[in-house]
Nanobody, 126 residues
Framework: QELLVESGGGSVQTGGSLRLSCVVS????????MGWFRQAPGKEREGIAS????????TYAASVKGRFTISRDKAAKTVYLQMNSLKPEDTGVYYC???????????????????WGQGTQVTVSS
């Protein structure tokens, strides 16, 4: 089982930026799907971005497309989520998740992932 450790959360004002990191404690980083999810207060956890660690195609939720960018650093075994133009509705706990990849694309539904980080809080104030 992979150990995932997120960092980079914090408090920013509307329009600000944050970059989240997720370090994967695993010998082999390739051939994995990595996803970022968030859970706003009182809401269900939603998938917002995913990436295949080997071939690199990305997927985004409509609510973050054009503002957030998911990327990976193979050498550092780290997946990032660059968040720009943040809005109050982006507030929530952000989680990274991992699963073995089957095929070239990665899902964004939480039921598909079996390894989760502890989460990091992001708060955007107006």
């Amino acid at each position: 089982q992979e150990l995932l450790v997120e960092s980079g959360g914090g408090s920013v004002q509307t329009g600000g930026s944050l970059r989240l990191s997720c370090v994967v404690s695993r010998d082999i980083f390739s051939g994995m799907c990595m996803g970022w999810f968030r859970q706003a207060p009182g809401k269900e956890r939603e998938g917002i971005a995913s990436i295949h660690t080997t071939v690199g195609p990305t997927t985004y939720a409509a609510s973050v497309k054009g503002r957030f960018t998911i990327s990976r650093d193979k050498a550092a075994k780290t997946v990032y989520l660059q968040m720009n133009s943040l809005k109050p509705e982006d507030t929530g706990v952000y989680y990274c998740a991992a699963k073995s990849a089957y095929g070239g694309s990665c899902p964004m539904r939480q039921s598909a992932y079996n390894n989760w980080g502890q989460g990091t809080q992001v708060t955007v104030s107006s």
